[in-house]
């Protein structure tokens, strides 16, 4: 149980770069994970290739990459990794598990790793040829004997160390690679803000076309009421002129019908409309009739007086330039 809690606790002190046990000093981010410094400070000079190094003369700015854990962006003052604070805890645990274990990582398991064909050996080199680790005897009289071999630990450290350059350079990538989707989707965002700020300003524009046209339309109907008006009121007039000459002259036929009706030669001479006599003061009914016969009643409109056709418009002139509206180019 108690070698099953040291595995566990182990597992929690690997760093997720380089998968060894965090070496000192060990800087915590801002998502609460740990790095080591070194991995820490690898994965950022990766992610930000034109970050000034801490020695330089040159005052350095800031820079981000992401949390190799969780992917979290952790963005980096001036100080660059140096900024992040360490954690003791975590470098105190391991202090405590190393004095308690008194072993390297992974010693417990390298113990009964022993060799299928010789059963006593342990497996301590690595065959470079064969790319399997082996035993010592393997290498003297087995299968290995005409290979080269170098020693286990070298092997290892170098393959872990590979391993952990080609980490830091895939979370690298993938830092640059979420940076450009970022950039991309800003892109995104601004050709949306952007094409809604051009449909504003078109649809005004329109606005102001509507207006102009509602405007000019206005004033052609005015034009074409103020005419329309002007010839009903005179033509208007001649019909009210018109008719009080007929209501006249049908009065004066009237009285003219009833003096022929009268029998009496006499009488009809002493009637008013006669012309003679002390009761006659008023101009005798056969003058009148033809004064009112002579009455000159040539006014009329002038023939196609009634005609408005020379309010017609040509817009096809003006339709066909609107068709030829189109966005500018250039500056």
């Given amino acids: 149980a108690e070698a099953r809690s040291m595995e566990s606790l182990e597992k929690q002190l690997i760093c997720p770069i380089c998968l060894e046990m965090f070496s000192k000093p060990v800087v915590i981010l801002p998502c609460q994970h740990n790095l080591c410094r070194k991995c820490a400070n690898d994965v950022f000079q990766a992610s930000n290739p034109l970050w000034q190094s801490r020695g330089s003369s040159a005052v350095p700015s800031g820079g981000r990459f992401r949390c190799p854990s969780c992917r979290h ?38 113990q009964h790793l022993m060799c299928e064909e010789h059963e006593d050996e342990r497996i301590n080199i690595y065959c470079l040829r064969c790319e399997a680790p082996t035993c010592s005897l393997c290498k003297v009289f087995g299968a290995h004997k005409d290979c080269e071999v170098a020693p286990l630990p070298a092997v290892y450290q170098r393959q872990k160390s590979e391993l952990s350059d080609g980490i830091a350079m895939l979370v690298a990538g993938n830092d640059r690679i979420q940076a450009i989707i970022t950039q991309m989707e800003e892109i995104c965002h601004t050709i949306e803000e952007n094409g809604r ?31 329309q008006e002007a010839k009903l009121q005179r033509v208007r007039g001649l019909i009210r002129q018109y008719g009080d000459h007929l209501e006249a002259s049908s009065k004066l036929v009237e009285s003219a019908i009833q003096a022929m009706e009268e029998p009496q030669m006499a009488v009809y001479l002493q009637r008013p409309l006669a012309g003679k006599g002390p009761a006659a003061p008023g101009v005798p009914l ?16 002038e023939p196609g007086y009634e005609n408005m056709d020379h309010f017609s418009i040509n817009v096809d002139y003006v339709a066909e330039m609107l068709r030829t509206i189109e966005f500018q180019t250039g500056a």
């Fill in 73 to 110: 962006e952790v963005v980096l003052d001036r100080h660059g990794v140096y900024g992040l604070q360490r954690n003791l805890l975590v470098e105190n645990i391991i202090d405590i598990y190393k004095q308690e274990s008194a072993r390297p990582l992974h010693a417990k398991a390298e």
């Fill in 197 to 227: 700020r051009q449909k504003q300003h078109l649809g005004l524009r329109f606005d102001a076309l509507y207006g102009i046209l509602e405007e000019r339309k206005k004033e052609l109907l005015q034009s074409i009421a103020a005419e």
């Fill in 286 to 301: 056969p003058c009148r009739i033809t004064d009112m016969s002579k009455a000159s009643m040539s006014s009329r409109p």
